[in-house]
């Protein structure tokens, strides 16, 4: 049998705690503030972007959505963010990716205070996580960890397989997962005897985004199976694995939809709330 992780339940929970944060540091007169900025009509970042502000009005941080037009120039978007690293009411600022092709998603990035970029993308912050002394981890590594010590699965010692080596999940989940003593390997498009490889993992967490690409063959009996994919067959969200064949060898699975992703969101409202904490003088 096994653990099917409910990535909605951990999920409430972990947000209930913030929620309740966030009231405490309002009755002290300190407000939480999120700055979104979306450029271009991108249906995913569009809808990801509807979810964050949700997420933000549920918890009683206040969000503030800058919605620009596709043809925005670099200077406009560069002046937008220098504002709002100047405003002490925003705490966090967040540029969705993709951004459109006329526009350097690495000069923006470094544009963001590292102080307030909850998503952790600035090189400064990536530093911070390599050498293990941080504030804010991108959202999806930090909730696949935080999954973990919610289900009390142990890293230590344990082998971690990590597919794909992405600057937003899969190289600093491999960082988290060495900082919890893991044993990590990455893979990716090179990897040489992928399934050996898997075969070898007590802990395979998988950001491919290609379906059923993890399949059982490649999986060891009782092995953990985190999957980040979310992919569209035929209009219904799946992830990379084949969860009906996968999840009988597993002892635990996060399922899709309902695992990972609402564990992303939830993420980005503890760094929000870690950045006005921060930023407040309440974390030293
Ligand atoms: N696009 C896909 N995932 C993310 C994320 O975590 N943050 C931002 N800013 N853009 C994304």
Do not use: W
Not at 54 to 63: D, E
Request: glycine fraction near 8%; hydrophobic fraction near 40%; charge should be negative.
């Amino acid at each position: 049998m096994y653990k099917r992780i409910d990535g909605k339940a951990i999920s409430a929970d972990v947000r209930a705690g913030i929620a309740e944060e966030v009231k405490a540091l309002n009755q002290q007169g300190v407000s939480v503030g999120l700055a979104v900025i979306i450029v271009g009509e991108d249906p995913a970042s569009k809808i990801y972007v509807a979810n964050k502000k949700k997420a933000c009005a549920a918890l009683g941080i206040v969000s503030e959505e800058y919605a620009l037009p596709e043809d925005t120039d670099e200077a406009t978007l560069l002046h937008l963010i220098d504002e709002l690293n100047h405003r002490k009411e925003i705490n966090g600022i967040l540029c969705q990716l993709p951004l459109p092709k006329h526009l350097d998603e690495k000069k923006v990035i470094n544009a963001i205070l590292p102080a307030k970029d909850v998503d952790a993308f600035h090189p400064q912050n990536v530093g911070h996580i390599m050498i293990g002394d941080f504030d804010f981890v991108p959202c999806t590594p930090a909730g696949i960890i935080e999954m973990l010590h919610h289900e009390d699965i142990s890293v230590e010692g344990k082998n971690c397989v990590v597919l794909g080596r992405s600057n937003i999940v899969g190289k600093p989940m491999a960082m988290l997962l060495m900082h919890e003593n893991g044993t990590v390997t990455v893979t990716h498009r090179k990897t040489k005897n992928l399934k050996e490889v898997c075969l070898n993992a007590d802990i395979l967490v998988s950001s491919v985004g290609k379906p059923n690409f993890v399949t059982a063959d490649m999986v060891k009996e009782g092995a953990v199976v985190i999957d980040v994919g979310i992919n569209r067959v035929d209009g219904k969200v799946c992830g990379d694995v084949d969860f009906d064949r996968v999840a009988e060898k597993t002892s635990a699975i996060t399922p899709v939809p309902g695992g990972v992703g609402p564990m992303t969101i939830t993420m980005l409202m503890k760094n929000t709330l870690t950045a006005a904490k921060r930023q407040n003088g309440i974390l030293k």
